[in-house]
């Protein structure tokens, strides 16, 4: 039973530039949350989606936007990146209207400088 | 928004040592997770319990739904179990999982 993964595990940016991150759900899940986690603090809720819609969103700037696909693996894009943008990505899924249990991927690094 | 707090935000343990470690929630909840992050960042799932109790080896978890508290305790300490515990709740269905400042635990040999 495969968890979930994440791609890529670091990634560089400069400032100004886009980019691209991605998740693949625990197999029998629908639904994918993105979270950011600055070093030192708990995770922040990006936002959520199902069905391929943004069903959710957290205090995040029109910046961050994502994708869900039929498959139910799901990109985050960050446009613009700022240095505050540096942190650690989760993606974490669950299964809609069931035992709300999130089970989170490794993360992905992403530094700006 | 619901709060979460959890206590203390750092411990420092011998190996074999016995620890509890608290979290406190602000409202009603229908998720209570806990979680172990470790050094390369990986949130690994403790326990799913919005209430009663569990146990999993050397580590077992309380949640008291009515008086909004969670406590999660780790025996026998190993300096495996290094690293930052997480709570996070959840208040209503299909919302997202809103997590506490964390506990950082060290366990020296």
């Known amino acids: 039973d495969a968890g979930v993964t994440q791609s890529p595990t670091h990634l560089i940016k400069t400032r100004g530039q886009q980019v691209t991150l991605r998740c693949s759900p625990k197999?029998?899940?629908?639904?994918v949350s993105w979270y950011q986690q600055a070093l030192g603090q708990g995770p922040q809720f990006i936002f959520q989606?199902?069905?391929?819609?943004?069903?959710q969103r957290g205090n995040f700037p029109d910046r961050f936007s994502g994708h869900q696909f039929p498959n139910y693996s799901s990109e985050l894009n960050v446009n613009a990146l700022l240095l505050g943008d540096s942190a650690l990505y989760l993606c974490?899924?669950?299964?809609?209207?069931?035992?709300?249990?999130?089970?989170f991927g490794p993360g992905t690094r992403l530094t700006v400088t | 928004g619901i709060q979460v707090e959890q206590s203390p935000p750092d411990l420092i343990l011998q190996e074999g040592a016995n620890s509890t470690l608290r979290c406190n929630f602000s409202?009603?909840?229908?998720?209570l997770q806990w979680f172990h992050q470790n050094p390369w960042g990986q949130l690994i799932n403790l326990f799913y319990i919005p209430s009663g109790t569990k146990q999993n080896g050397r580590l077992s978890a309380t949640t008291v739904a009515t008086e909004r508290y969670s406590l999660l305790y780790i025996s026998s300490s190993q300096t495996t179990d290094s690293g930052v515990y997480f709570c996070a709740v959840e208040n209503s269905g299909n919302t997202p999982l809103v997590f506490g400042k964390g506990t950082r635990l060290s366990v020296i040999a």
């Open positions: 974490a899924s669950s299964v809609r209207d069931r035992v709300p249990e999130q089970y």
């Open positions: 197999s029998g899940h629908d639904t």
């Open positions: 989606y199902y069905e391929e819609e943004e069903r």
């Open positions: 409202d009603s909840v229908n998720n």
